[in-house]
């Protein structure tokens, strides 16, 4: 069974602050990794794409990759009250997305 | 911006009953997706579909489950028998592209299922 493991939270950010989520997966041959954000009763709403090791940054948000560690996380820069949500880890295999049980961000004011 | 879009918002049936949700991809999506979320759970995979057939389904799909484009713009999930534990939230997804890199699905706002 091909597995996604995150963090479940909820992971505590202070307003102004650097959230770190992580992600780890088992099938090696992934080769699209993604971060979606979900808000409670929501649908998954794309935040960023990743395939290259290596950083990728868009705006506040910064995804790191690691295939040899099997490694995803995702960056939150000067977290918002706005950013306070579930952060889905999904990797692709076989033409089907594979999601992480989603890590629980709350930003305090 | 073009978006996928789920009808209906909430559905309410009783058990044993059949259920059709409804989803409009993106217009010039080729690749579409079935997947479902049980309340407090993981969003788990149910089905793909391209060129007007299943491309991979996964062990919750089975006899009881069936996909359907009728038409140029319509993506159906039909479930023939309902059961208590097929009360989620299910969300239809598309893509324009299956390539590492050009194959970002978009979620459409779900559809809530009760069964009774």
């Known amino acids: 069974q091909k597995e996604v493991e995150q963090n479940s939270g909820p992971l505590s950010v202070p307003e102004g602050a650097i959230a770190s989520l992580n992600c780890t997966y088992s099938d090696r041959v992934s080769q699209s990794f993604f971060w979606y954000r979900q808000y409670s009763g929501k649908s998954p709403e794309l935040i960023m794409s990743i395939y290259s090791n290596g950083d990728k940054e868009d705006g506040r948000f910064t995804a790191q990759l690691n295939k040899a560690s099997q490694y995803v996380s995702l960056l939150i820069r000067d977290s918002q009250p706005s950013d306070s949500a579930t952060y889905l880890c999904?990797?692709?295999?076989?033409?089907?997305?594979?999601f992480g049980a989603g890590t629980q961000v709350v930003v305090t004011p | 911006e073009p978006e996928v879009t789920q009808t209906p918002s909430h559905q309410v049936t009783q058990m044993g009953q059949e259920v059709i949700l409804r989803c409009v991809p993106i217009?010039?999506?080729?690749?579409f997706y079935w997947y479902r979320q049980i309340l407090g759970q993981k969003v788990e995979f149910l089905v793909s579909?391209?060129?007007?057939?299943?491309?991979?389904k996964s062990e919750i799909f089975d006899d009881q489950f069936s996909v359907e484009r009728p038409d140029g713009s319509n993506f159906t999930l039909k479930i023939r028998s309902t059961k208590l534990e097929d009360s989620a939230m299910y969300f239809c997804?598309?893509?324009?592209?299956?390539?590492?890199?050009?194959?970002?699905?978009?979620f459409g706002p779900g559809t809530r299922l009760t069964v009774l």
């Open positions: 997804a598309s893509s324009d592209q299956e390539g590492a890199g050009t194959d970002t699905q978009y």
């Open positions: 999904a990797v692709k295999s076989w033409g089907k997305l594979q």
């Open positions: 217009s010039n999506h080729l690749y």
């Open positions: 579909f391209y060129n007007n057939e299943i491309s991979e």
